[in-house]
């Protein structure tokens, strides 16, 4: 039926609301088909009629609600519904030359086309697309598949899509953001030390000097604090003594501190490759983004606990005694009072340990019994089939209200035996079958003693889970 197409966006999504999250949820463009719509809980494309169905009013508009199999689909707690355009794009008729050209038809023609171009507008709605105010020369076609696999989407000088760095590459930065920002926060030094890279370059030709040096940090430290004082006298010296000799000394003591410095710093970052510092789980890089060295340690603040990196993985650096039995206590805690050593041993007696009684019975030797043993009579339900359950007691007895079944027992279990106690109700002439387990004498089952409140009594010895032998013990008064 031809509807006009309002300018409307088609595509709506609601919060789950109605019974249970089943709607109705509306949607306000207009559709031909119930088949027109996707509807989606999450990410999850449901299937129309199983999961949900379209209600169409005559303007086109409509309704989804959700089918109790639509809601029982995981996600079972959605956080949405989505409701959107989804009509198959093909073209149905075909006017020919002289044939039959009718409004309706071409209405209906009419209202597909506009229908899929505001599918098509929607869908370009949510695509990633360049401002309409780009040049002209913007290219945003992505690179090859194989080109950007596993790496981000970045923009060249033009603004045209380009592959960007690896996702590892991105990860091994973001692991030495700490030292990043530390860097950055001293980029002046860090341009300083380039300008000198001759010198640094020198110094590297001298290590062994430079180890010197630093074992007499202190005299360099000293130095260093009376710097202007040292560079006033080897000023003094040179204007008194003309000797080249003298500042050749001045700058190689100024070089041997700088060299005092920098070992200062290598060892700083050497005990810093080896103690990580508080972490909350299991680092796989040191400090300087690189590979673990064994024997590193760390305090896990999550646990807690001091860590060590045996080369391969992180294991606990010490063991805490509190909950072991020690030799140095002459293991008190098993000679203490019983009632000490079952608190220290976390027992009690009735919760997860049973209390010591010379006089319990042992299912797989011979018992003499010194009182007697009884079994509690339990009281079967009447109804047309009477099912006993064996697993509850051995005797059992029933006033019949009726004529009665005495279905095959559950539970049944051979070398069971026991008792049924069978009375009339006060009308009489009750009569009782048996179910197919049940045999006795000669294959014929007996017949019950018909008198009201007549009592008979059926016994029972269980041979196997299909067989049961019994005999009626008539009109016990």
């Given amino acids: 039926m031809p509807v006009p197409i309002s300018n409307v966006t088609r595509r709506v999504v609601y919060a789950p609301s109605g019974a249970g999250g089943a709607g109705p949820y509306a949607f306000t463009f207009e559709i031909l088909a119930n088949t027109d719509i996707a509807v989606f809980k999450d990410d999850v494309l449901l299937t129309l009629t199983t999961h949900y169905t379209v209600s169409i009013a005559a303007n086109g508009t409509g309704s989804v609600t959700i089918t109790a199999a639509g809601l029982a689909l995981a996600p079972v707690s959605p956080t949405q519904y989505a409701i959107v355009g989804n009509r198959t794009i093909a073209r149905a008729t075909d006017f020919t030359t002289g044939g039959d ?19 098509n507008a929607e869908g370009l709605q949510r695509a990633l697309t360049a401002p309409q105010t ?10 090859r598949a194989a080109d950007r696999a596993n790496k981000y989407l970045a923009f060249d000088a033009n603004g045209d899509p380009q592959p960007g760095d690896t996702a590892v590459e991105v990860a091994a930065i973001a692991n030495i953001a700490d030292e990043i920002v530390a860097v950055a926060a001293i980029d002046t030094e860090v341009v300083t030390v380039a300008g000198i890279s001759a010198n640094v370059t020198t110094v590297a030709g001298i290590s062994s000097n430079v180890t010197t040096v630093a074992s007499s940090s202190a005299s360099v430290t000293t130095v260093a604090t009376n710097i202007a004082a040292v560079n006033t006298n080897a000023t003094n010296i040179v204007a008194i003594q003309g000797a080249a000799g003298n500042a050749t000394a001045a700058q190689a003591a100024q070089t041997a501190a700088e060299a005092a410095r920098d070992s ?20 796989t890089l040191d400090n300087d983004g690189n590979a673990l060295l064994a024997g590193a340690l760390y305090y896990n603040t999550t646990v807690p606990e001091m860590r060590l990196y045996t080369g391969s993985a992180w294991v606990a650096a010490y063991v805490s005694g509190a909950a072991y039995l020690l ?3 002459n293991l008190s805690e098993l000679t203490a009072s019983a009632a000490t050593v079952r608190t220290n041993l976390g027992l009690a007696i009735g919760t ?13 030797v011979v018992q003499t019994f010194t009182a007697a043993q009884r079994g509690a009579i339990t009281t079967l339900t009447d109804g047309a089939t009477i099912t006993a359950d064996f697993a509850t007691t051995n005797h059992f007895q029933v006033t019949l209200g009726g004529n009665r079944t005495l279905a095959n027992p559950s539970n049944q279990t051979a070398g069971q035996s026991g ?5 009339q109700d006060g009308t009489g002439s009750r009569t009782l079958a048996y179910g ?3 045999k006795f004498p000669n294959g014929t089952a007996p017949t019950l003693t018909t008198t009201a409140n007549a009592v008979d009594v059926l016994v029972y010895f269980v041979e196997s889970a299909s067989r049961i032998t019994a005999r009626l013990v008539s009109d016990v008064k």
């Fill in 101 to 119: 050209f009718f409004a309706n038809t071409l209405n209906d023609e009419l209202d597909q086309q506009t229908i899929f171009a505001q599918q």
């Fill in 327 to 329: 030799t140095a206590n």
């Fill in 352 to 364: 997860n340990v049973q209390a010591y009684d010379a006089d319990t019975a042992k299912t797989d």
């Fill in 134 to 143: 780009d040049p002209t020369t913007i290219n945003m076609t992505l690179p």
């Fill in 436 to 438: 197919s387990n049940w």
């Fill in 419 to 423: 008792a049924i106690r069978v009375v």
């Fill in 264 to 283: 200062a710093l290598a060892a700083y970052d050497n005990f810093d490759d080896r103690y990580l510092g508080p972490k909350a789980s299991d680092p």
